[in-house]
């Protein structure tokens, strides 16, 4: 197994961006799991089947090929709320479970980012993350890209969407989102994503002292 950097948290927590971050600065390879979760929803939406359709879900989930869909397809808070419904299905997970420890398993190491990578996906992982930031800063962030793209829901509506997800994501019984013991809490309210880099590269650096990077 190569040096895999696992790093969880919850929505618009800023952890996609700085994982792509991480991995780009170690010349590792990224897979943002959320994607897979979405990828899966995406499936069964364009199939009108319902998004609480178990045996549906994990087909999809079996079947999912990420290289076949467009990437603009499932981005978007709609797409994430869909994400986090399929979400909580055992089946879909267990079958997503295998393909993201492939991934994980890269030589010379791998980046992932999620909810449940230091958890149950990769518990062995060199350096584990959990990046948060208070939920009002969270939809701040998430408020301002949507008006950055010309939408413009209240701060509000923005916010209620964040910690529903929360609630949601936070609440299941199948793997759900929570800091891993070993892992180091990144809290980046205060902070840039520059800032967050900064300190997250620290803490690798400091578990590579131990051991080998390329
Ligand atoms: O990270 P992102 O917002 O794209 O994830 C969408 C949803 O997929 C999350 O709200 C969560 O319910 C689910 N997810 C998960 N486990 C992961 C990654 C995402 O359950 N490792």
């Known amino acids: ?101 492939d991934f994980a398993a890269q030589e010379p190491g791998a980046v992932l980012d999620g909810r449940d990578i230091g958890t149950v996906v990769c518990p062995e992982a060199a350096v584990k993350l959990f990046v948060t930031a208070s939920p009002e800063e969270r939809a701040r962030r998430r408020h301002r890209e949507l008006v950055d793209r010309g939408d413009a829901p209240p701060y509000e509506s923005v916010l209620a969407d964040i910690r529903a997800r929360d609630a949601r994501d936070t609440g299941r019984a199948s793997a759900p989102l929570r800091q891993a013991q070993d892992a180091i809490l990144l809290d980046t309210t205060e902070l840039d994503i520059d800032a967050a880099l900064a300190r997250a590269i620290a803490v690798v650096e400091e578990v590579r002292g131990a051991s080998s990077l390329p």
Not at 29 to 43: M, Q
Not at 65 to 83: H, I, K, P, Q, T
Request: glycine residues 8%; aromatic residues 4%.
């Open 1 to 101: 197994m190569g040096f895999v950097i696992a790093v969880d948290g919850p929505a618009a927590s800023g952890k996609g961006t700085l994982s792509k971050r991480i991995a780009a600065h170690y010349g590792l390879a990224h897979l943002d799991t959320g994607l897979l979760y979405r990828a899966v929803a995406r499936l069964l939406l364009d199939k009108s089947r319902a998004l609480d359709d178990e045996q549906a879900a994990a087909a999809a989930a079996y079947a999912l090929n990420l290289a076949y869909m467009d990437e603009s397809r499932l981005r978007g808070a709609e797409m994430g709320e869909a994400a986090s419904r399929v979400s909580v299905i055992p089946a879909v997970r267990a079958a997503l479970l295998d393909r993201q420890r």
